[in-house]
């Protein structure tokens, strides 16, 4: 049995996992490529570019499932149940573990017809249920780039609300475009998400 779970629910959305034997990486890079709509404004603060080619969908896809089936980490694909998208690829989420330190690592990105419906603070809570109830972690971390707004609004208001609080900023702690950045990073205990439950 996975470490992982292959699918799960949370109130509005369905994760699946990011894997070559369950998911078709052309969908993938029919959002993610060069030229997609909005791709600029969805990249402009992640740590990955626009696809160039179908083969860079395809490795990524391989590269996700390898990580499942190595207990090492879990990025979903997010679907909405419901409504006129229902189905539709939303956006990527991902879990990363450091076991040693009894760490997750938290990311997002959602297509711009997602933004601004709370799917971020929905996984957030469906991700740390999954990191402290299932995999007995310790620490969840989640980080952004200073000058994303968006996502700061976001992960202010579910940290908040899940009892974590801001670290403070970690110099050089992202790579955008090839160059370092800073990040602004946030963490939420065990103790903490139980006092909030």
Excluded: Q
Aim: hydrophobic share 35%.
């Amino acid at each position: 049995m996975p470490l992982f779970p292959a699918e799960m629910e949370s109130e509005r959305l369905r994760y699946e996992r990011l894997h070559p034997d369950d998911f078709d990486p052309l969908e993938l890079y029919e959002h993610a490529r060069a030229g997609a709509p909005a791709i600029d404004e969805i990249t402009e603060y992640v740590t990955w570019d626009p696809y160039e080619s179908p083969k860079e969908a395809f490795d990524w896809v391989s590269t996700c499932g390898e990580a499942f089936d190595d207990d090492e980490e879990a990025t979903y694909a997010i679907r909405p149940k419901d409504g006129d998208r229902a189905g539709e690829l939303a956006g990527l989420a991902g879990l990363h573990t450091r076991w040693d330190r009894k760490l997750a690592i938290l990311g997002i990105w959602l297509r711009k017809p997602f933004w601004g419906r709370g799917y971020s603070g929905e996984r957030a809570g469906r991700l740390l249920e999954l990191a402290f109830e299932r995999l007995d972690l310790e620490v969840v971390a989640i980080s952004h780039d200073p000058e994303n707004e968006r996502s700061r609004r976001a992960i202010e208001r579910y940290v908040d609300r899940f009892g974590g609080h801001k670290e403070g900023v970690v110099r050089n702690g992202l790579v955008i475009g090839g160059e370092p950045r800073d990040s602004v990073r946030y963490s939420i205990t065990r103790e903490e998400w139980d006092e909030r439950r």
